[in-house]
């Protein structure tokens, strides 16, 4: 069973960056991060894939976040750059459930941990 610890969110203004933490335990081949805003329905936004590291960024979030991981701490990252107030949306760490293949539509159905709120103001 995955178990997937999120930290680093927060309130910023528009323009500013945050960094989310997400720590993994239980292993996945599909690890990323969904949002979800109020009224709206859950959003993938990044994937990587453990071992080779592939990524893809929504298009909503590309040039802007990027997602990393570090395997030896069992952590992936979201780094949040030019934050704009859209961008506001409880996000999740989030696992797909399949063992050797990752979509963003794998992780908005996959496994998620507790959520941290992003609140980006004008």
């Known amino acids: 069973q995955v178990q997937l610890v999120e930290s680093g969110g927060g309130s910023v203004q528009a323009g500013g960056s945050l960094r989310l933490s997400c720590s993994v335990s239980?292993?996945?081949?599909?690890l990323g991060w969904i949002r979800q805003a109020p009224g709206k329905e859950r959003e993938g936004v990044a994937y990587?894939?453990?071992?080779?590291?592939?990524?893809i960024h929504a298009d909503s979030v590309k040039g802007r976040f990027a997602i990393s991981q570090d395997n030896a701490k069992d952590t992936i990252y979201l780094q949040m750059n030019s934050l704009k107030p859209d961008d506001t949306a409880m996000y999740y760490c989030?696992?797909?459930?399949?063992?050797?293949?990752?979509?963003?539509?794998?992780?908005?159905?996959?496994?998620r941990g507790q959520g941290t709120q992003v609140t980006v103001s004008s």
């Open positions: 239980g292993g996945r081949y599909c």
């Open positions: 989030a696992a797909g459930r399949s063992g050797d293949s990752c979509s963003l539509r794998q992780l908005v159905v996959g496994d």
């Open positions: 990587i894939t453990s071992g080779s590291g592939f990524t």
